[in-house]
């Protein structure tokens, strides 16, 4: 079946970088794309951005195309993304989720992400 | 910068009917917009409901459809259960980027 486990939480300060993981396993990896959505406490969804696998095409809201690198590795079907620059402002649940010519499906289980001095 | 618009909370009975809407700053959604739902529940990830305005996932409860309304896309829930009770957010395609509706709180009362 179609998994999608993302890394543990992390507690990082201001300044930092975090690179989130998102292993997954039961269907074709090179066939899909991933978005990176985060969820600040209280808050709704945020799309940070989204990585094609066959080709590494990506695409970013403006306010993270500087801040925001996503890859993949197609030999251990993971996709990654790495965040610059924490502030606190960027404590939040961050999700991935895959998706087939804009059709999302399913959805990792979260990561938190804690920017705190 | 793209706003996308969602009724910040509704409420129905059980049994009722009730339809949450997604409008965009843009403009008239449209097809081409490919808009997603998805429903969350406290502290869960999202679960994805419909893509592509009106497609189901193979989970997705009969009692959910989803259309273009108005010039906006909508999601209605037929029959509602107490289970329906959630956070429901849309997503549009604008090319780049995508943006997430604030989310509609639906109260099952």
């Known amino acids: 079946q179609v998994q999608l486990v993302q890394s543990g939480g992390e507690v990082k300060e201001p300044g930092a970088s975090v690179k989130v993981s998102c292993k997954t396993s039961?269907?074709?990896?090179?066939?899909?794309?991933f978005s990176w959505v985060r969820q600040a406490p209280g808050q709704g969804l945020e799309w940070i951005g989204w990585i094609r696998v066959d080709n590494g095409d990506t695409q970013f809201p403006q306010r993270f195309r500087n801040r925001v690198t996503l890859t993949t590795d197609t030999s251990t079907t993971t996709a990654y993304m790495e965040l610059r620059g924490l502030t606190s402002e960027d404590t939040a649940v961050y999700f991935c989720?895959?998706?087939?010519?804009?059709?999302?499906?399913?959805w990792g289980q979260g990561t938190l992400v804690t920017v705190s001095s | 910068q793209t706003v996308v618009t969602q009724e910040p909370s509704l409420t129905v009975s059980p049994g009722g009917t009730v339809t949450l809407t997604c409008g965009s700053s843009t403009g008239a959604v449209t097809s081409g917009h490919y808009p997603n739902w998805f429903q969350q529940k406290p502290g869960q990830a999202p679960r994805s409901l419909i893509y592509r305005t009106s497609n189901k996932h193979s989970w997705t409860p009969v009692r959910f459809s989803g259309s273009l309304l108005g010039g906006k896309a909508a999601l209605t829930l037929s029959g509602v259960q107490p289970e329906d009770e959630a956070d429901y957010y849309c997503?549009?395609?604008?090319?780049?980027?995508?943006?997430f509706g604030g989310g509609t709180k639906l109260t099952v009362l």
């Open positions: 989720a895959r998706d087939i010519t804009w059709d999302v499906d399913f």
């Open positions: 039961g269907f074709t990896f090179i066939n899909y794309g």
């Open positions: 997503l549009l395609f604008y090319g780049a980027p995508w943006v």
